[in-house]
């Protein structure tokens, strides 16, 4: 009978600063019903001596710990390879620079059994050195947005592997998963807990223009796409903030957010 409850899965490339403080807050974890793995995209910055260095500190935490560093295809294909390698009942994806909110999270999260395929909770996001709370939106919302996020989402290993991201899309496909696993009527289980920290200018903040195109692509390939009034007026205030940005610059933006 498989023991480990958890696979915590890190992808990075080149981020060997980064992975250094997800690293830590895995360790400092007081439940270590878990291994780590991380699959790395094959870096030259010191980021294998970095892991190697740090087995002797998982083991003597009793955490398993494995790494896999080579050529990827992208984030996402990273990701299927860890769900490939992972012994876990459950998956939980933190990517070089994420952080688990706080020392007992994943002691709270499984203190309780579940029979639900997906789990999820509320999260931290930081932009410049500021923080604020989001909470999980209702599951509804994943028609249209990330009703949570990726990295505060625990997801059966079986689901995934029976169901991988689609690699074509190459921003979107954390989205494109769960929003798939909602209209098949998945089981969802809402844990009323903040449980990572994730810095909002990642990749899919960076490539907004992208990740619009790869959401409108995924709902007409899911077979939801409906016109209505309020889906214009979403596509009218989508392409307006991007004016703004166009037109303004990121300062601009920098200004606003620090009110947000």
């Excluded at 309780?112 to 923080?131: F, H, K, N, P, W």
């Excluded at 919302?141 to 989402?153: D, K, N, P």
Aim: glycine share 6%.
């Amino acid at each position: 009978m498989n023991k480990t409850v958890l696979s915590v899965i890190t992808v990075c490339f080149r981020a060997g600063e980064q992975l250094k403080a997800t690293v830590e807050c895995i360790l400092r974890q007081t439940w270590t019903e878990l291994e780590y793995l991380v699959i790395d995209g094959g870096s030259e910055d010191g980021t294998l001596e970095f892991l190697e260095e740090s087995r002797i500190r998982f083991r003597e935490r009793g955490i398993a710990f494995r790494y896999l560093s080579e050529p990827d295809q992208g984030i996402y294909d990273a990701m299927n390879k860890g769900a490939r390698m992972a012994s876990g009942q459950w998956l939980l994806f933190l990517n070089a620079g994420d952080l688990l909110a706080d020392d007992r999270v994943l002691e709270q999260v499984f203190k309780e059994s579940s029979d639900a395929q997906i789990l999820y909770g509320d999260t931290l996001c930081t932009y410049r050195g500021r923080t604020k709370l989001y909470p999980a939106l209702p599951l509804s919302s994943l028609i249209h947005e990330m009703a949570f996020c990726h990295q505060s989402a625990f997801i059966r290993r079986e689901l995934l592997q029976q169901h991988p991201y689609n690699t074509t899309y190459r921003i979107c496909a954390d989205h494109e998963f769960f929003l798939s696993m909602y209209l098949e009527d998945k089981t969802f289980e809402y844990r009323p807990l903040t449980v990572s920290v994730y810095e909002v200018a990642g990749y899919s903040d960076q490539n907004q223009m992208a990740a619009h195109r790869e959401q409108r692509r995924m709902r007409k390939e899911l077979r939801i796409a409906r016109f209505s009034f309020a889906d214009l007026w979403r596509e009218i205030i989508f392409y307006v903030k991007q004016g703004v940005k166009t037109i303004f610059g990121q300062r601009f933006v920098d200004l606003v957010r620090k009110n947000w």
